[in-house]
């Protein structure tokens, strides 16, 4: 198979999954399975499904496209507001979006009409994280305003924190998301309230949850990590996704520069050391920042990453044997950044393995491109 390639164990994906479906069900609340980091797998998005999530979520319409062209049936939200260009598109393959702007409601409620559906709409809430949302002052009138047009459906709340400010979730800041919910949706009513993202999962255990009753989780699903502080959640998997990438250079090399140094292309040099040492083992792998970001994937043991450029990655050997010409190194991918971007490089193949007894891939070719 072709190098560089992802390859990602859906049974622990599958596994995470349940586990987070599993916590958060003893607190009230459903999970929305995140999909956009895997470019919409279908293949992801079904270990999603099997594991108890109760709707997907992607941001992109393509993705939504993409699910949808492989036969999967579940609900699926659209989690970025949508253009208003697209506005067809969402009605058709979405049942559900995440909206901050009557105007693009209308958009959407034009667009469904004229296609004889109803859409679904979550109104998103500012909560201080400064990125979409409307103030909560302005929320009560919005939800009038999308209450009185006849081809959308005012399904719940939403927000989302910890993604362009940092803003974390507290009882403070959710119990505003809780009271809109009440004073927007019947008391007893099963009104969707979307309480944030994987940043939320700490709060959602431990805090106290009110009307709240769905997180939409990507990271904690497909990293086994929780965002807002970059730590493990026990319990999970935390490898996934391996990156594997094939040696087309193994040498002995000094591991001093010579010559007058600039900035590289990718701006100042990292990694040259700087006192006389002996010459050290080294090899280059076919892979670079345009297939990774790679301060998201973990050095092979008995490797150091000492440095990359769009196409080349230069690790010198520190322990066993040299890997020769043509051998594989394999790396786990750890940040969210680096499988956002293998994902989506054309020149990272991928290569899907179920190894749970019980779901044998792929038997199901229903879902494959
Ligand atoms: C990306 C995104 C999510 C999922 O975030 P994770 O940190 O991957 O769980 C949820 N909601 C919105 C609006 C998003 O854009």
Not at 124 to 130: A, K, R
Not at 217 to 246: K, M, N, W, Y
Not at 333 to 339: D, E, Q, R, S
């Amino acid at each position: 198979m072709s190098a560089p390639r992802l390859h990602v164990r859906l049974d622990r994906i599958r596994h995470n999954a349940s586990t987070l479906v599993g916590r958060l069900a003893r607190h009230g609340i459903d999970v929305t399975g995140v999909t956009k980091a895997t470019l919409g797998s279908p293949e992801v998005a079904t270990a999603m499904l099997e594991a108890g999530v109760t709707r997907l979520g992607d941001s992109r319409i393509e993705n939504i496209e993409r699910l949808r062209g492989a036969g999967i049936e579940a609900p699926i939200t659209l989690i970025r507001s949508p253009m208003p260009s697209q506005a067809a598109r969402v009605v058709a393959s979405a049942d559900t979006s995440l909206n901050s702007d009557i105007q693009v409601i209308g958009a959407l409620n034009n667009a469904a009409g004229s296609i004889g559906r109803c859409h679904g709409v979550v109104l998103m809430v500012e909560l201080g994280d400064l990125r979409e949302g409307l103030l909560p002052e302005s929320v009560l009138d919005a939800a009038r305003c999308t209450a009185e047009l006849p081809n959308v459906r005012l399904v719940g709340l939403g927000a989302n924190l910890a993604c362009q400010s940092g803003t974390l979730p507290s009882d403070s800041n959710m119990v505003v998301l809780s009271d809109l919910a009440s004073a927007v949706g019947p008391a007893s009513g099963h009104h969707l309230v979307s309480g944030g993202n994987s940043a939320s999962i700490e709060w959602a255990l431990t805090g106290a949850t009110g009307r709240v009753n769905d997180l939409r989780l990507g990271e904690s699903i497909l990293l086994g990590c929780e965002p807002s502080q970059r730590q493990p959640i026990v319990g999970l998997h935390l490898d996934a996704f391996t990156l594997t990438a094939e040696v087309i250079e193994s040498s002995v090399k000094p591991t001093r520069p010579w010559g007058e140094q600039g900035e590289t292309a990718f701006g100042p040099t990292v990694g040259a050391c700087a006192v006389e040492s002996p010459d050290a083992p080294q090899v280059i792998v076919a892979l670079g920042r345009q297939d990774v970001d790679m301060d998201g994937i973990v050095a092979p043991r008995g490797t150091t990453i000492r440095g990359a450029s769009s196409d080349h990655m230069v690790l010198e050997v520190t322990g066993g044997e040299v890997p020769p010409v043509g051998s594989d190194l394999s790396f786990p991918v750890v940040g969210y950044a680096a499988l956002l971007r293998a994902m989506t490089s054309p020149f990272v193949g991928r290569a899907f393995l179920d190894l749970d007894g019980c779901h044998s891939w792929p038997s199901r070719p229903r879902h494959r491109r």
